[in-house]
């Protein structure tokens, strides 16, 4: 079964400053990868997606992220990040073959920005 | 707004009370998702439908949930004889097969 593995519960970072989450995945064939946001008390907006292909994904809101099969991760990262970045930011794998919007999300990385 | 669409956004109820929820995905969209997030937490699976038919259930499913669609369009789920443990946010996703999910905005659900 898939797993997806997020080690950072909670981050800070100052407004400007570059962003990377980490992402770590398990999954026994190519994987099918998100990141998607989530404010307080609303549903999961998507970033992005890798399916296959540029293993460099560019996603909305000046996000994009990385697929590295060697290293099972999928980091996502901003150059300069804004205030109203501030979210809970998840990753999470398809199951693929006909069910990659079966998702199984990793625990959350909470995103606090300070000015 | 053509979004997936989900009622109500909040529900408190007391412990063994019954409730139902319902989501109307995007249109067109031929999978429906429901997921349970609870405080702290990813969302977790909980079933699917392709068009009416209901492909995977969690094992997080309990007897007490039933989820249905029927002509393939909207959804429901029910919860039975509510449990303080189903306190929750309860996700539901639409998409086109093979493609990336969009989420509603959720029900909280507090059972008290």
């Known amino acids: 079964a898939q797993s997806v593995t997020q080690p950072d519960i909670h981050i800070t970072v100052s407004e400007g400053a570059s962003l990377e989450l980490r992402c770590n995945y398990s999954?026994?064939?190519?994987?099918?990868l998100f990141w998607y946001v989530q404010s307080p008390g609303q549903g999961l907006q998507l970033l992005l997606k890798?399916?296959?292909?540029?293993?460099l994904v560019q996603g909305i809101k000046g996000f994009e992220a990385e697929f590295k099969r060697s290293q099972s991760s999928f980091n996502l990262r901003k150059p300069s990040v804004h205030w109203s970045d501030a979210a809970e930011y998840f990753c999470?794998?398809?199951?693929?073959?006909?069910?990659?919007?079966?998702?199984?999300f990793g625990t959350g990385t909470r995103l606090q920005v300070t000015l | 707004d053509t979004g997936v669409s989900q009622d109500p956004r909040h529900k408190i109820t007391k412990r063994g009370q019954n409730v139902t929820f319902r989501c109307d995905p995007i249109?067109?969209?031929?999978?429906l998702y429901w997921y349970r997030q609870t405080l702290g937490q990813g969302p977790e699976f909980l079933t699917y439908?392709?068009?009416?038919?209901?492909?995977?259930k969690s094992r997080l499913l309990s007897d007490r949930f039933s989820a249905e669609r029927p002509k393939g369009s909207f959804s429901t789920l029910e919860i039975q004889r509510t449990e303080q443990g189903d306190s929750a946010m309860y996700l539901c996703?639409?998409?086109?097969?093979?493609?990336?999910?969009?989420f509603g905005q959720g029900t909280r659900l507090t059972v008290v």
């Open positions: 996703a639409s998409s086109l097969t093979e493609s990336e999910a969009f």
């Open positions: 999954y026994g064939a190519t994987p099918y």
């Open positions: 890798y399916f296959s292909g540029d293993t």
């Open positions: 999470a794998v398809g199951a693929g073959a006909g069910t990659a919007s079966k998702l199984t």
């Open positions: 249109s067109e969209h031929n999978r």
């Open positions: 439908f392709q068009n009416e038919a209901q492909l995977e």
